[in-house]
């Protein structure tokens, strides 16, 4: 159990274009998920979490207006790259926490991974 | 402020080999987990283990284990036997309860990338 599938695997876009990727949690709900971003041979950075039903809460030093973040059910999350220049080019990857159940309010579990190009 | 720290950028050695991962961490929290995850070059992340702080035991896995360490605020990996498929990045991370809700942060470090030759 606790399956957390992201679509696409890869993406490639061109400049000034939006791109978005989801974010499902296939065997359970969560009420949290987070996005993170890792550039080559970087670790993971935290850039929001979101929680269902409301606002995403984002991390210093990320634009909330680029990276639109939408959490509108218990098993989906959205993450969209608005007007996507080549510096966004990066691994997303997000996870999530899952709900109601009894000692597992720290775990979270990872998605594969979106790898986004943007030429 | 939370704070993971992996000092070996990058860790070659000879398959066989015994190979231990350091990581030192900071928190004001007395709650918090303790995790190592596996990244391959596929990208996608390998859960290993998560420790809370209350309990100190050593733990071992397989050929995999955990040398946890409050006192020296340490938690370091042992790969024992290295094999050419343990070669990947591995992360330490650190996750605290915020204090205004909203889901358990995790705070990584910057990874130690482990390459195991024949």
């Known amino acids: 159990g606790a399956v957390v599938s992201q679509h696409p695997s890869r993406v490639i876009c061109k400049s000034g274009t939006s791109v978005k990727i989801e974010c499902r949690s296939l065997?359970?709900?969560?009420?949290?998920m987070f996005w993170y971003r890792q550039f080559p041979k970087q670790s993971l950075m935290l850039m929001a979490t979101?929680?269902?039903?409301?606002?995403?809460?984002?991390e210093q030093g990320v634009e909330k207006d680029k990276f639109l973040i939408n959490h509108a059910s218990l098993t989906l999350s959205t993450l969209t790259v608005t007007s996507a220049h080549p510096e966004d080019s990066s691994f997303y990857i997000c996870?999530?926490?899952?709900?109601?159940?009894?000692?597992?309010?720290?775990?979270?579990?990872f998605g594969p991974g979106t790898r986004l190009t943007v030429t | 402020a939370q704070k993971v720290t992996q000092a070996q950028t990058e860790i070659s050695v000879v398959e066989k080999e015994d190979v231990t991962l350091d990581c030192v961490y900071e928190?004001?929290?007395?709650?918090?987990?303790l995790f190592w995850y596996k990244q391959p070059p596929s990208g996608e992340l390998v859960f290993l283990i998560r420790?809370?702080?209350?309990?100190?035991q050593n733990e071992i896995s397989g050929r995999y284990s955990w040398n946890f360490q409050k006192s020296t605020s340490s938690f370091n990996f042992t790969i024992t036997a290295s094999q050419v498929v343990d070669s990947a990045v591995y992360f330490c991370?650190?996750?605290?309860?915020?204090?205004?809700?909203?889901?358990?942060?995790?705070?990584f470090g910057t990874g130690t990338q482990l390459k195991v030759e024949l």
């Open positions: 996870s999530a926490s899952r709900t109601g159940v009894a000692g597992d309010s720290y775990e979270q579990y």
């Open positions: 065997d359970f709900q969560a009420t949290t």
């Open positions: 979101s929680n269902e039903g409301s606002k995403a809460t984002y």
């Open positions: 928190t004001r929290d007395t709650t918090y987990y």
């Open positions: 420790r809370n702080s209350f309990d100190e």
């Open positions: 991370a650190l996750s605290v309860l915020p204090l205004t809700g909203g889901g358990n942060k995790l705070t």
